[in-house]
């Protein structure tokens, strides 16, 4: 079975076609075009300008994703399409490309949320993950804790009242005069930083539930952001903060739910030191613990977790029917 996954919820433009043999997840092509360059610029994303520029990519990203998997649309099982939650601009965009090329080359057209497509980067692995399995989400939009126990079916355990961990890292790399996004720079500062050197919150560390929040510590971190701080302490610190709630929450739902699975995916799942750690924590935890994690290249956003969601989920009876839902979460859904 073969699937183009597009992908446009927020300021990528990316399309992707795998394979599916058997059990197998293959990418035969992953093209990703980006405005980032303009992002940095102006420290942050602009909703119109990431859709204009979608708009100008997009056809030429299928065109590229197609060619390089050898790929005719004649040979398509399906087209799978992020349709929220996002940027409307942006979602719009490829949602009524999805939709129009559905009807020209008569294709099913699978609907996915952005959400559960991070999650299933892992299922574009060797060594797929089972059921029951805890997924943290860790993206600049979203953070999420989720029990899954089949395709598509999970119970949401908890997520973030305020600012994302992407988000939180994001804002602080402002904060810092370093450039958009924010996680990257923010861990590269870090390698050379005392993680012990200021002394931030780690907001919502002990409370008994699921929920995060990261909005206080951007607060205590614009409170010590002073002419001549040491960055590379102070950066050290602020990801030390956020990798600590993160993995303090998913073990505590891991040991709860007593799953022998766990599987991070999102933007900031591409960080090698929450990946470590929570690896570290696992293991002390009860060796058989699997932790899963997507290639780096596959946290951010991508077409190819797209398509490998909609291997395991039906397609839409009406095509024309599906419609951009900039508020979708994992929670109402
Ligand atoms: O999943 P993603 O590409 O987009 C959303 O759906 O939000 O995530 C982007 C987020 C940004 O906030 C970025 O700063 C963060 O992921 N990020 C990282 C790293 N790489 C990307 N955060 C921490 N460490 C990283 N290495
Ligand atoms: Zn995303």
Redesign the pocket.
């Known amino acids: 079975m073969i699937i183009l996954g597009i992908e446009t919820?927020?300021d990528e433009t990316a399309a992707a076609v795998l394979e599916k043999k058997g059990g197998c997840i293959q990418i035969l092509s992953n093209i990703v075009a980006s405005s980032s360059e303009l992002q940095s610029k102006y420290g942050g994303i602009i909703p119109e300008q990431a859709a204009r520029e979608q708009i100008k990519a997009i056809v030429p990203v299928i065109q590229e994703a197609l060619e390089q998997a050898k790929t005719k649309p004649d040979q398509l099982d399906a087209i799978a399409i992020t349709f929220g939650p996002g940027l409307i601009g942006s979602l719009l965009v490829g949602v009524e490309t999805a939709k129009t090329l559905a009807q020209i080359w008569q294709k099913p057209l699978i609907p996915i949320n952005?959400l559960l497509g991070?999650f299933y980067a892992n299922w574009i692995t060797p060594q797929q993950p089972s059921f029951p399995c805890i997924g943290l989400l860790v993206?600049g939009g979203h953070t999420d804790l989720v029990l899954f126990t089949d395709h598509g079916k999970y119970q949401y355990l908890g997520g973030t009242r305020d600012d994302a961990a992407g988000e939180c890292f994001d804002k602080c790399a402002r904060l810092l005069g370093l450039s958009y996004p924010g996680g990257p720079e923010i861990s590269k500062l870090a390698e050379k930083g005392d993680a012990n050197a200021f002394s931030l919150p780690r907001p919502m560390m002990g409370s008994k539930d699921f929920d995060f929040s990261f909005s206080g510590l951007k607060t205590a971190v614009s409170h010590e952001v002073k002419e001549g701080v040491n960055k590379f302490d102070l950066s050290a610190s602020i990801e030390a903060a956020i990798i600590d709630v993160l993995v303090e929450k998913t073990v505590t739902a891991v040991q709860k739910y007593k799953v022998e699975q766990v599987m991070i995916a999102?933007?900031v799942a591409a960080n090698q030191k929450l990946v470590r750690k929570l690896q570290d924590t696992i293991t002390k935890l009860q060796t058989k613990i699997k932790l899963h994690v997507p290639p780096p290249s596959l946290c951010t956003?991508n077409g190819a977790m797209i398509a490998a969601t909609a291997f395991f989920t039906n397609p839409t009876k009406d095509p024309l029917k599906i419609e951009a839902n900039p508020n979708l979460s994992l929670e109402s859904s």
Do not use: E, L, Y
Request: aromatic content about 0%; some cysteine.
């Open positions: 919820s927020c952005h991070h993206s999102g933007g956003d």
